[in-house]
């Protein structure tokens, strides 16, 4: 059977968070990646550059796919070349009503708890902000979301944390610029079905993959209000059956980082 497995890199596959890594769930990975039967993508929030580096710096194996930037920008890996897949972009372009990155920048520069993120976070899909974490975010985001539709712009307005900076990060991208329908997109393309895919991820941005529907992995080292979350909404969504939440044990491993992702992987695709 061909199996499609779609993990998040940061905290899901990297094990850089606060919980310890079970030492053999990378090694074990990289074995599993070699078989011809499975076919890896990474959907990431990274931008290319460090998509790449996360791949050197943690011995990660090469994907034949890669959705990076919260899922604005899609990859085909091809001999080790990274190939921008165009198709994708068009298939999100008219979300924006013609609207420029720039153009929406200007359209929340009153809103003070936006902080504009660097420009090499910035893509032409993608207008990123820092947030403090104690901001009043759901009406934050609802008067994003009433500017926007206001200018016939359907967009999602996507939340996470970096544990790093103490802070949180809004995405604004394209409705369809998300990490659930780029790995739709690449089921489509690449021809494989719900029940031969696998998603992974930790955080809020990982939340609507988790959530909508595809066979999902949340891993031990998500926190508490995540799989608070993301359970909520699975249950409100009639997906819950499809959301495996690890706990650790499998292997001996602690279910955090790769281990939660095989772990997951094996309970939905055994054999």
Known sequence: MKVLLCCDLDRTLLPNGVPEESPQARPLLRRIARRAELTLAYVSGRRLELLQAAIRDYGLPLPAYAAGDVGSTLYQVRAGAWHPWVAWERAIAPDWNGYGHD???????DLDPLVLQEPEQQNRF????????????DALCAEMHRRLADRGVRASVTWSVDEARGCGLLDVLPERATKLHAVRFLMERAGYDEASTVFAGDSGNDLAALTGGLQAVLVANAAPDVRREALRIAQAAGTADRLYLARGGFLGMNGCYGAGVLEGLVHFLPA
């Open 103 to 109: 153009d929406l920048a200007r359209v929340f520069a």
């Open 126 to 137: 993608k207008l990123s902000f820092y947030v403090a974490l104690n901001v009043e975010r």
